[in-house]
């Protein structure tokens, strides 16, 4: 991807680096490799640790990817998770996108319950293809039940969910489908949201892109449009504006 594909224009197309499922001081190895050779973010399709649940044998690639000031993108879900809903093959094609949004919840959770964000505060986590308007609400949700709950569990967080989420977390939406979302940016955070086109995939709108984001953004100040469009992945990669 790098040495041919991204090769055309490195200004303008920033690959993604795939971390293989090999364990935790591979996993370490590939970032590093990945921030050497220029990679902007990279992509995992398991825990660190290639196994099913998270754990502290994680750590240390948490800890490389904030040390590198790399951001860690999940798409949709993790290879390893087991989600318990069995769809029947007719309507996979719809389910998928809400199982996607459950299976980001689960991972959310794990993420901020485990304490990662209390041990790695710069660490950021980009939640891919996952959407926005579903958060709030959930947010909400991880708060009143880490206050109701931390005592008996044995759960101390730093900051609350909702917290974490403001400070270490960026969701994408694509196209079009996510206008509840853009509704209640601000109670999802201006600072946590990107719009993606999900090209070449058949739920992009190329080549209608730009008249998708002006129907999306409608009534939206003219920043704040900026923000999620663009601005949030210029300071989340580092890019030039």
């Known amino acids: 991807m790098f040495e041919q594909f991204c090769a055309a224009d490195p200004t303008r197309l920033i690959g993604s680096y795939v971390i293989p499922r090999a364990g935790v001081e591979r996993a370490v190895g590939e ?3 990945a921030r050497k ?3 902007r973010q990279a992509v995992l399709n398991t825990w660190p640790s290639g196994k099913e649940t998270l754990s502290r044998e994680d750590d240390p690639f948490w800890a490389t990817a904030q040390d590198l000031g790399l951001p860690i993108a999940i798409h949709v879900k993790l290879a390893t998770q087991v989600h318990p809903h069995k769809s029947p093959p007719e309507t996979r094609g719809a389910s ?13 959770l794990d993420l901020t319950f485990s304490g990662v964000f209390d041990r790695f505060p710069s660490l950021q986590i980009v939640a891919a293809e996952t959407g926005a308007g579903w958060i709030p609400h959930y947010l909400e949700l991880l708060d009143d039940r880490y206050w109701r709950n931390r005592v008996w569990a044995g759960t101390k967080l730093d900051k609350l969910p909702s917290e974490c989420f403001k400070s270490n ?4 939406f694509i196209s079009g489908t996510d206008r509840v979302g ?3 940016r601000h109670a999802v955070g201006l600072r946590n949201m990107c719009w993606s086109t999900d090209f070449p995939h058949h739920g992009n709108d190329w080549p209608l892109s730009r ?28 890019l030039m504006a």
Do not use: H, S
Request: glycine content about 12%; hydrophobic content about 50%; charged content about 20%.
């Open 31 to 33: 970032l590093q490799k």
């Open 211 to 238: 008249k998708v984001i002006q129907e999306l953004f409608v009534n939206v100040p003219d920043d704040e449009k900026e923000m999620i469009v663009c601005g949030n992945a210029v300071r989340l990669y580092g």
């Open 169 to 172: 977390w960026t969701t994408t």
């Open 96 to 108: 998928g996108a809400f199982i996607g949004i459950a299976d980001m919840g689960y991972l959310m």
């Open 37 to 39: 050779i220029g990679a």
């Open 182 to 184: 853009v509704q209640i």
